[in-house]
């Protein structure tokens, strides 16, 4: 790499507070001594997890992994459209894509110096290990996210203390074998719980290596013959194994429960915290789902419950038509469709605090229906119509009650990276394409069932006839709608460009196939000797 920061002067690590949970203290004035001592070490290790909250919960995350999908498209506010549209200015210059690069890079310096310098640390060997198998398991889970992004990326295994300038794009199957390898030394070390929540344990070691798996095998020039298989075995491992105590909890909208946030369905999960000292830009997911909702309405005005209107992202056609409203719990649970009056200046005639004030409805409305009531209705019509990127069903995943003002930007709510569903998910996939869908079909219907309406079970069930790759993405985009998966899942499966130009309505008429990639970062490029000749640029930008 041309540079990798190891350090800031004022780096911000995690660790262990009052409660058993990664929190973090503000440690200043590091040297590179520090890390040879027993304290030190175990800083190093705290601070990889840090460049996590780059990417989990905030507009950068979203905006990479939700535009230009079959699921969203642009709402009206926000500078990222782009992304959505694929657009020329989609190139190697956004800050997104930089960031995310330079980001990476740097938190794969941190583990590997854990790595490098864990023989020479004075330490219990057995904890040592364990904390090995957490850099390894960090290490995979970021050179994943670049491979998926990027492509051929150059591979850095041990640390780096200074400026270098010469790099090459190391091969997809040689990236993954990396990872591969990774994680399999962090599964034989980690311990299936940690005393400190958030850090990384066996199973999710085994979740993220059965996705890696998954992924691999859709990529000829990496695939092996067994990834299917391996995929599907380490997903049902994490799901059947009674020492990991998983479950699915028996109601979907419960899984959002910002009360109850450490339940049995969270595989691993990124923390956030309501400190503004050590919570760096926070969970801010609360900011861009949400509609329009506190202007331009009788009765309503911004509040925290209902979050900081950002408007960035609008749900397409495809995605207000997945869900059968007469069985499906995932809509109602997934979607804020009712604003409660909570504003006394503006109070429609006969409106009190707490009526409803917005009704986004799933259907068609009458105007006759609509003039006898008092508050606002916005139908389908209006939803889907020319022009309207301010008012739609709000995603309410990620709204934060608990932030600290109407106008705080920075959540507490922690992100999910691996939920239970997700496993069931990845176990059907590979189950799948293994050949199996009679056994693939099971943990499907598992999940339908979880999520059917009561006395609707039975009707949610489907048969391993009717189960194929585009209804595991529906029910991946059901389940998962707006938590960063979408981009991904579309293009393991190679579905991409068929799916936006056929439901993104903004997106469809630009995408071409080199849109599978990202481009690799300008600076990058530049700052590499031998420049594009040595470091290519993805093709098409």
């Not at 295994?157 to 300038?165: A, G, M, P």
């Not at 605090?353 to 229906?369: C, R, Y």
């Not at 979880?450 to 609707?456: D, E, H, Q, S, Y």
Request: aromatic share 12%.
């Amino acid at each position: 790499m041309k540079k990798i920061l190891i350090l800031t002067c004022c780096l911000a690590f995690f660790s262990q507070a009052c409660k058993d949970t990664l929190e973090e203290e503000v440690v200043s004035v590091v040297t590179p001594e520090y890390f040879k001592t027993p304290t030190g070490f175990e800083d190093a290790v705290k601070a990889s997890y840090e460049p996590l909250r780059s990417w989990y919960g905030t507009q950068r995350g979203f905006t990479l992994t939700v535009f230009g999908t079959d699921t969203y498209t642009k709402g009206a506010d926000g500078d990222y459209k782009f992304v959505n549209d694929y657009t020329p200015n989609l190139n190697a210059q956004v800050d997104y894509i930089r960031d995310l690069w330079n980001d990476f890079y740097r938190a794969i310096n941190t583990t590997n110096t854990v790595i490098d310098r864990a023989p020479t640390v004075e330490v219990d060997e057995a904890r040592k290990a364990i904390r090995v198998g957490e850099a390894k398991f960090l290490r995979a889970h970021y050179y994943f996210v670049l491979v998926q992004t990027f492509g051929p990326i150059h591979l850095a295994l041990h640390e780096t203390t200074e400026v270098q300038t010469t790099a090459s794009r190391s091969s997809v199957k040689d990236v993954y074998d990396v990872i591969v390898q990774d994680l399999e030394e962090a599964i034989k070390v980690l311990p299936t719980k940690q005393t400190e929540y958030g850090r990384a344990t066996k199973p999710a070691a085994e979740h993220m290596l059965a996705k890696v798996l998954l992924t691999r095998a859709s990529n000829a020039g990496a695939a092996k013959p067994d990834d299917y298989q391996r995929a599907a075995e380490l997903a049902k491992g994490v799901i059947n194994n009674p020492s990991y105590g998983f479950r699915l909890l028996p109601n979907f909208a419960d899984v959002f429960d910002q009360s109850n946030q450490e339940h049995a369905e969270v595989v691993w999960s990124v923390q956030y915290t309501n400190s503004l000292l050590t919570n760096g830009n926070g969970n801010s997911g609360h900011l861009y789902f949400i509609m329009e909702y506190d202007a331009g309405h009788k009765g309503t005005m911004r509040d925290v419950a209902n979050g900081r209107p950002f408007k960035r992202f609008k749900p397409t056609m495809y995605t207000l038509d997945l869900f059968d409203r007469t069985k499906d719990s995932r809509y109602n649970g997934s979607f804020k469709q009712v604003f409660y009056a909570n504003n006394p200046a503006t109070l429609a005639p006969g409106m009190k605090i707490g009526d409803t004030a917005i009704w986004v409805a799933p259907t068609n409305i009458s105007a006759e229906f609509k003039a006898k009531k008092n508050y606002r209705i916005i139908d389908r019509a209006e939803v889907l119509s020319a022009g309207n990127y301010r008012y739609f069903p709000s995603l309410s995943k990620f709204l934060d009650p608990q932030r600290l003002s109407v106008q705080e930007e920075r959540g507490s709510r922690d992100f999910m990276v691996a939920r239970l569903a997700e496993t069931y998910l990845i176990a059907a996939e590979a189950l799948l394409k293994s050949g199996k869908p009679e056994e693939a079909v099971t943990y499907i219907n598992t999940l339908r069932r979880r999520a059917a309406l009561p006395g609707k079970e039975k009707e949610m069930e489907i048969t391993a006839g009717q189960l194929n790759l585009d209804f595991i993405l529906d029910e991946r985009a059901r389940e998962l709608l707006g938590e960063m998966e979408r981009w991904f899942d579309l293009v393991r499966t190679g579905t991409l460009v068929e799916r936006v130009k056929k439901y993104n309505p903004d997106g469809g008429p630009n995408i071409q196939p080199f849109h599978t990639l990202r481009p690799i970062p300008n600076d990058q490029i530049d700052r590499t000797t031998g420049g594009k000749e040595a470091f290519p640029q993805n093709q098409g930008y």
